[in-house]
């Protein structure tokens, strides 16, 4: 059984920076693409940004692409997602999902690509 678990969310000031990370555990000898959204208050939940298993190819919401970085350490099976200049808008529940890539240069950007979810980690930014 595949699990993730999410890890680094929490209060941080406007400005700031943070790195979530998201590590894959159980059968992993699949390759797995992966990919990380989010979910702010009241709103549906959102692609963020994704990543190929070999971790050569990514996509970042064209909104997002100047302060966001998704990157990956396949020996660790642990995917990152790097955040700048944190902005009060980007308070959302944060989730990584991850599925077993269709190709080597596959990211799946839509909800039900992903067939494993972790249970997500609250970010907050202060202003």
């Known amino acids: 059984q595949v699990q993730l678990v999410e890890s680094g969310g929490g209060l941080v000031q406007a400005g700031g920076s943070l790195r979530l990370s998201c590590t894959v555990s159980?059968?992993?000898?699949?390759?797995?693409?992966m990919g990380w959204f989010r979910q702010l208050p009241e709103k549906e939940r959102e692609f963020v940004a994704g990543?190929?298993?070999?971790?050569?190819?990514?996509e970042v919401q064209d909104s997002l692409k100047d302060r966001f970085t998704i990157s990956r350490d396949i020996g660790k099976n642990t995917a990152y997602l790097r955040v700048n200049d944190l902005i009060p808008e980007d308070t959302a529940v944060y989730y990584c999902?991850?599925?077993?890539?269709?190709?080597?240069?596959?990211?799946?950007?839509?909800?039900?690509?992903?067939?494993?979810w972790g249970q997500g980690t609250q970010v907050t930014v202060s202003s």
């Open positions: 999902a991850a599925d077993p890539a269709r190709a080597r240069d596959w990211i799946g950007v839509r909800e039900n690509e992903y067939a494993r």
């Open positions: 159980g059968r992993t000898s699949s390759s797995y693409a």
């Open positions: 990543i190929s298993w070999s971790g050569y190819y990514t």
